[in-house]
T-cell receptor, first 112, second 113 residues
């Protein structure tokens, strides 16, 4: 399977805990995006990497959120001290250049 | 502020007929537009895209039309099939100045057999 892979698919955590999600992009894609989607809304941009460089961050990405893409391959998104408002679908997408991002299956986070 | 708007939350169409999904945008810098389809509990699936240098792009049953003066695009699905039932999102980007894609809130399409 050469699509974008996200792990885990589902995560339930207690408020205040830290969580980390992983995204494996399509191997030849140099761009990687993180989006968040809540019920009834479209995906909202969080951050974007070109190779290993994090080039843009949304103001939605508070200081509790951090993303990395070491060596320009897979990426991780960490949320520290989770809050109930962090409950959402976290989506990763990758692209070659700035065209047509392809999304993974997403990670559904529920904070209880 | 919502720069990409999909004003119809839902649409029902009979199988075999045409489905037309609409999208409006406000940012005149947007020059690249995409449509995605999303099933519940899955990530969006890319369908079709169009650059602002074109006013139409076609891929099989899917055609996207772009009206730059009206800041409006539409996705036509002909003929509609029950498997097309999903939520459709349009997205836009200003390719020369930005790297993020702005999404609408989606239109839920139901194709009735």
């Amino acid at each position: 399977d050469t699509g974008v892979s996200q792990d885990p698919r589902h995560k339930i955590t207690k408020r205040g805990q830290n969580v980390t999600f992983r995204c494996d992009p399509i191997s030849e894609h140099n761009r990687l995006y993180w989006y968040r989607q809540t019920l009834g809304q479209g995906p909202e941009f969080l951050t974007y990497f070109q190779n290993e460089a994090q080039l843009e961050k949304s103001r939605l990405l508070s200081d509790r959120f951090s993303a990395e893409r070491p060596k320009g391959s897979f990426s991780t998104l960490e949320i520290q001290r989770t809050e109930q408002g962090d409950s959402a679908m976290y989506l990763c997408a990758s692209s070659l250049g700035n065209r047509d991002p392809l999304f993974g299956q997403g990670t559904r986070l529920t904070v209880v | 502020d919502q720069q990409v708007k999909q004003n119809s939350p839902s649409l029902s169409v009979q199988e075999g007929r045409i489905s037309i999904l609409n999208c409006d945008y406000t940012n005149s810098m947007f020059d690249y537009f995409l449509w995605y389809k999303k099933y519940p509990a899955e990530g969006p699936t890319f369908l079709i895209s169009i650059s602002s240098i074109k006013d139409k792009n076609e891929d099989g049953r899917f055609t996207v039309f772009l009206n730059k003066s009206a800041k409006h695009l539409s996705l036509h699905i002909v003929p509609s099939q029950p498997g097309d039932s999903a939520v459709y999102f349009c997205a836009a980007s200003a390719m020369s100045t930005g790297n993020q894609f702005y999404f609408g809130t989606g239109t839920s399409l139901t194709v009735i057999p």
